[in-house]
């Protein structure tokens, strides 16, 4: 490909809205181009980059049994009614011209599985079936490039199986295959537990890739022993600097005292000492309040998980007619209702509000004050220790590239999925979903090779291999060098992009370290004289001189052993 005949719309300057390195370089390198908030179009450059990442999903997923298929984004809203997942709020909504309701899904699972409908026995089990597809998703904010969009293109895989054991093995065998993609997209993931969401589901891994931005954090431990999202993990917590225990709980005047930290300057206490309460409301109804320690925070999905349902905050007047006090004066001592404390408060006596306001109690201490029930509610914080092995816990932001997880009959049920077994019993197909997005991957390897000059794409995704730059002052002489030796690369199985545009050679090499080719061969004119040409590895930016007559066996050495 010549550079005189594609679009390359590279930039000089950062766009003003960037914030995250993948959405400034992609913009630059002209790998991608916005149309409006969220939504953005691949120009060819970024689509060849787009569908080798594409390709290598498609072969993993081949590998493991997966039969490609495709299914429309216009889906009848009514399949999305009767699993009960219409009213999710992020989702596209349009009518025909007859009035008849549909969406444009961010996700296939009623499709996949109206489909599914077909299996009649256990004998046509396990199946594995995946597509490419376009989701559209209403998203409140979209931000980040490719990070948080309104519309995308995922491969989203489904199976199904007859029995728990069949949903492991497939469950399994996909987890295998994301760690194989992602290895050849020299992607550095860690797979950890993580919640399902809005799609429901048993057991539930995602993917996260550590980088520079995104919207999750990855906590890990330093000697590799566990890693998990942050809204699931699992941690040691520092112990609690707590004062004399009391007989019994003592009541003591804070007025105008709302916060953690104004209560704890008021009695001289450390913040562990205290307990924070959060009342939230169950889907029936019913008023739970839920503590943690006073110096933690609340994670909304393990709170989810100790109360199954979608429980909300509850309204201040929700809350003054259950307490009979504001949110800042609230404690376990004499409510009526259910009380879930995290384990931090299982051992030790805590300060927590009276329930009147302006007034907190000393020396409250669970089981002899109050019954609660016992969950891991608090967030991991800086100062955790790993539960595995004592090591210190490390936070870092990350993408998530992939999310796997098993929804059972979740869909299957309502939908009337079913097969007949070998004991003649007719059963729900026990099912999975296993989802990537090529984008967010592509966003997140910019996130992880890159230097100050622009991308440096693995050898596995780069829109082409060699990038060969013909300095114009050289005159035809030199650019007929050039033409032979991408003739040579292209003969030996190489893609190339090749410079021959009028610019200055200064122009030409940023151009180069924006689009970022693994490898970049500069034809000028002293290669007329000694037969050689600049040969620079774009990853670490290694230079040395090569004679031409060597290049295909030199680029080769380089690209198959990165």
Same mark, same amino acid.
């Given at each position: 490909m010549r550079a005189s005949q594609l679009f390359i719309p590279t930039l000089r300057e950062d766009p003003g809205d960037a914030e995250a390195v993948s959405?400034?370089?992609?913009?630059?390198?002209?790998?991608?181009?916005?149309?409006?908030?969220?939504?953005?179009?691949?120009t060819p450059l970024g689509w060849r980059v787009h569908r080798k990442i594409e390709q290598i999903i498609r072969e993993e997923m081949d590998a493991i049994g997966g039969q490609e298929m495709l299914m429309p984004v216009l889906t009848p809203a009514e399949?999305?009614?009767?699993?009960g997942r219409l009213a999710i709020p992020e989702i596209f909504r349009v009518k025909d011209r007859t009035g008849r309701d549909f969406i444009l899904p961010l996700t296939h699972e009623e499709t996949v599985t109206f489909h599914a409908r077909e299996l009649q026995s256990y004998r046509d089990l396990p199946q594995l079936w995946y597509h490419f597809q376009t989701k559209d998703r209403d998203e409140p904010r979209p931000r980040g490039g490719l990070l948080r969009v309104r519309e995308f293109i995922m491969k989203d895989a489904y199976s199904f199986d007859r029995d728990e054991e069949g949903v492991r093995a497939s469950?399994?065998?996909?987890?295998?295959?994301?760690?194989?993609?992602?290895?050849?997209?020299?992607?550095?993931?860690?797979?950890?537990?993580?919640?399902?969401?809005?799609?429901?589901?048993?057991?539930?891994?995602?993917?996260?890739?550590?980088?520079?931005?995104?919207?999750n954090t990855l906590v890990r431990c330093e000697n590799g022993d566990y890693?998990?999202?942050?809204?699931?993990?699992?941690a040691v917590p520092s112990a609690a600097v707590l004062p004399d225990p009391l007989g019994a709980p003592e009541e003591i005047e804070t007025p105008g005292v709302t916060t953690i930290e104004a209560l704890a300057e008021l009695l001289g206490i450390a913040p562990s000492a205290t307990s924070k309460a959060m009342p939230v409301v169950k889907p029936d109804g019913t008023l739970v309040l839920a503590l943690v320690r006073g110096d933690d925070r609340l994670s909304?999905?393990?709170?989810?998980?100790?109360?199954? *349902? &979608?429980?909300?905050?509850?309204?201040?007047? +929700?809350?003054?007619?259950? #307490?009979?006090? %504001?949110?800042?004066?609230?404690? $376990?001592?004499?409510?009526?209702?259910?009380?879930?404390?995290?384990?931090?408060?299982?051992?030790?006596q805590f300060v927590a509000g009276a329930n009147h306001?302006?007034?907190?109690?000393?020396?409250?201490?669970?089981?002899?004050?109050?019954?609660?029930?016992?969950?891991?509610?608090?967030?991991?914080?800086?100062?955790?220790?790993?539960?595995?092995?004592? *090591? &210190?816990?490390?936070?870092?932001?990350?993408? +998530?590239?992939?999310?796997? #997880?098993?929804? %059972?009959?979740?869909?299957?049920? $309502?939908?009337?999925?079913?097969?007949?077994?070998e004991d003649g019993q007719e059963k729900p197909?026990?099912?999975?979903?296993?989802?990537?997005?090529?984008?967010?991957?592509?966003?997140?390897?910019?996130?992880?090779?890159?230097?100050?000059?622009?991308?440096?794409?693995?050898?596995?995704?780069?829109?082409?291999?060699?990038?060969?730059?013909?300095?114009?002052? &050289?005159?035809?002489?030199?650019?007929?060098?050039?033409?032979?030796?991408?003739?040579?690369l292209e003969g030996a199985g190489r893609s190339v992009l090749l410079d021959d545009r009028d610019e200055r050679p200064g122009e030409k090499f940023?151009?180069?370290?924006?689009?970022?080719?693994?490898?970049?061969?500069?034809?000028?004119?002293?290669?007329?004289?000694?037969?050689?040409?600049?040969?620079?590895?774009?990853?670490?930016?290694?230079?040395?001189?090569?004679?031409?007559?060597?290049?295909?066996a030199r680029v080769g050495g380089l690209l198959d052993g990165a």
């Open positions: 959405h400034k370089l992609l913009v630059r390198g002209g790998f991608i181009r916005q149309v409006s908030a969220g939504l953005w179009s691949f399949l999305w009614e009767t699993t469950f399994e065998a996909n987890r295998d295959a994301y760690k194989k993609i992602f290895a050849r997209c020299a992607l550095e993931t860690y797979d950890v537990q993580a919640e399902s969401g809005i799609m429901g589901g048993k057991f539930s891994i995602d993917f996260l890739a550590p980088s520079g931005s995104g919207e890693a998990g999202d942050l809204e699931v993990a699992e909304e999905t393990k709170l989810y998980d100790a109360l199954p *349902g &979608a429980s909300r905050p509850a309204t201040d007047d +929700e809350i003054r007619a259950a #307490f009979g006090a %504001g949110g800042g004066s609230l404690g $376990p001592v004499g409510f009526w209702g259910e009380v879930i404390a995290d384990e931090t408060l299982r051992e030790g306001d302006g007034r907190h109690l000393r020396g409250v201490e669970a089981g002899r004050d109050y019954e609660p029930r016992f969950a891991d509610l608090r967030e991991p914080r800086e100062g955790d220790r790993c539960r595995l092995c004592g *090591g &210190a816990l490390i936070f870092q932001i990350s993408i +998530e590239v992939g999310h796997i #997880f098993n929804f %059972g009959s979740f869909y299957s049920a $309502p939908l009337g999925a079913t097969f007949l077994d197909l026990l099912g999975g979903s296993y989802g990537i997005g090529p984008g967010r991957v592509m966003a997140a390897i910019v996130e992880q090779h890159n230097d100050e000059y622009g991308i440096s794409w693995p050898a596995s995704v780069a829109p082409y291999d060699v990038h060969v730059v013909a300095i114009g002052a &050289a005159g035809a002489e030199a650019m007929e060098t050039a033409d032979g030796i991408v003739a040579a940023a151009d180069a370290d924006l689009i970022g080719c693994p490898v970049r061969l500069t034809v000028g004119k002293k290669t007329l004289e000694d037969g050689q040409v600049d040969l620079l590895v774009r990853e670490g930016r290694a230079e040395e001189r090569a004679p031409v007559g060597e290049i295909p």
